[in-house]
């Protein structure tokens, strides 16, 4: 396993292109399953990760000739018999929930192992099911997996709206069922991130018919069969938020590239409360935290799109521990989604957490420490306060931060940042724990 061993308190300087979005990319790529035999998806600024890599293994399994060169990928359906998403993969990455929809649709089955809760907390798929259930499909859990049967699939209202808001992959999973549903099918209380949004306008490409898109209601009329497409995957906003966060945290200056910043309304309203100078333009922000020894304090509540995403909660903690007053950081979407907190409590921060909400006490400076990233996001939030702290700053299993990040640490490194990938000692029993994205 690997590490990242940084020495924080350098500034970060420079530009930075930001790549294509994991969680745009991995839905539609499950969307080739909906293609006849023969028939071509091909999706350009595919970015290279773990998930990715992941997500294609799943689809190759299922009869998907998948093929990269650069940034594109070009998936081909070869064989459009198999319906069986196994165990050993679903496990590894919950994002494999996604060929469900396309599988039932296209070949009257599934057969897509039950995906398990994981480090960020429980993660239930009852919204889908029941979804499908709305669509006539057959549902049953046995042995670990979900059986979907539904050769004749039709339209009907789907209400997608749980405890914690919609559902994403949820409302991927029912749209890619519903365009190939006799009828129309109604989506109440459908996301409204711009990931599904981009799903629909790739369905609607591939010769769906879906209106609404961006809307809490989604209108489907089903359609007898798509073809092939080509769609250009949209940068990852996550990904941007987290290079912001570094910015932010070392008092650097950095111009962040391929970016769409109305993605980011409530990101950068964040960073411009914190005391952060930005500069935005359509497709380019100018992060200029120079001076800015520590950040104001602000409070923060994730929510579902538009509200500001749970996945960048970890990396804008990490600021507020060293801001000058008092933060409170609540957690809407994943109640336990606070793993960081312990981790960023070694390194010095003042974290007391109640519930939902962790409340921050921001400190002068946080010391280096050996942390341990136990997902994706929470990974990036230790690097993000590993970027300041004074000292060293162990990293543990960076596995984590592969999935959702293409080599970080170079990337950083490339603004300035002392950051290293050097290889883990791990005690014999340990090995890569489950999926979180
Ligand atoms: N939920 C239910 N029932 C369901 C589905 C979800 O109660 O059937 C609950 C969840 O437990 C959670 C909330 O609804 O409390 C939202 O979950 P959602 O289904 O929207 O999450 P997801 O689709 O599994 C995607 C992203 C996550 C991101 C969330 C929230 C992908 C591949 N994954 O997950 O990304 O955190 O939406 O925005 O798109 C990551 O990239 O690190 C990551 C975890």
Known sequence: MDKFVIHGGRPLKGAIRIHGSKNAALPMMA????????????LRN???????????????ELGVHVERGGARLT????DDRPVRAPYEIVKTMRASICVLGPLLARRGE??????GGCAIGSRPVDLHLKGLARLHARLAVRNGYILARGAKLRGGTVYLGGTFGSTVTGTDNILMAAVLAKGRTVIEHAAQEPEVQELAHLL????????????????????????????????????????????????????????????????LETLRQMGVRLE??????????????????VDITSLPYPGFPTDLQAQFMAIL?????????TERIYPDRFTHAAELSRMG???????????????????????????????????????????????????????????????????????????EIAPASSSPAAATA
Do not use: W
């Not at 998936?75 to 070869?78: G, K, Q, R």
């Open 31 to 42: 969307a080739s399953l909906l293609l006849p035999r023969g028939e071509r998806l091909v």
């Open 46 to 60: 595919v970015p290279d990760l773990a998930d990715v890599r992941t997500m294609a293994k799943l689809l190759v």
């Open 75 to 78: 998936l081909t359906v070869e």
């Open 110 to 115: 599934a057969q897509v192992s039950f995906p």
């Open 204 to 267: 609607n490409h591939m010769g769906a018919r879906i209106d609404g898109i961006g809307n809490h209601r989604l209108i489907v009329h089903g359609v007898e069969r798509l073809h092939g497409a080509e769609k250009t995957v949209i940068p990852d906003r996550i990904e941007a938020g987290t290079f912001m966060a570094a910015a932010a945290i070392t008092g650097g200056d950095v111009t962040v590239e391929n970016v769409r910043a109305e993605d980011l309304t409530v990101v």
């Open 280 to 297: 935005a333009g359509t497709y380019t922000v100018r992060v200029n935290a120079k001076g800015l020894r520590r950040a104001e304090p």
């Open 321 to 329: 521990t060293r801001a000058k007053g008092i933060s409170v950081v």
């Open 349 to 423: 921060a003042e974290i007391r957490k109640q519930e939902s909400t962790a409340i921050i006490h921001g400190v002068a400076k946080l010391s280096g420490a050996p942390v341990m990233a136990s997902d994706l996001r929470a990974g990036a939030g230790l690097v993000v306060a590993g970027l300041a702290a004074r000292g060293r700053t162990e990293v543990l299993r960076v596995y984590h931060i592969d999935r959702g990040y293409d080599r970080l640490e170079e990337r950083l490194s490339s603004l300035g940042a002392n950051i290293r990938r050097a290889k």
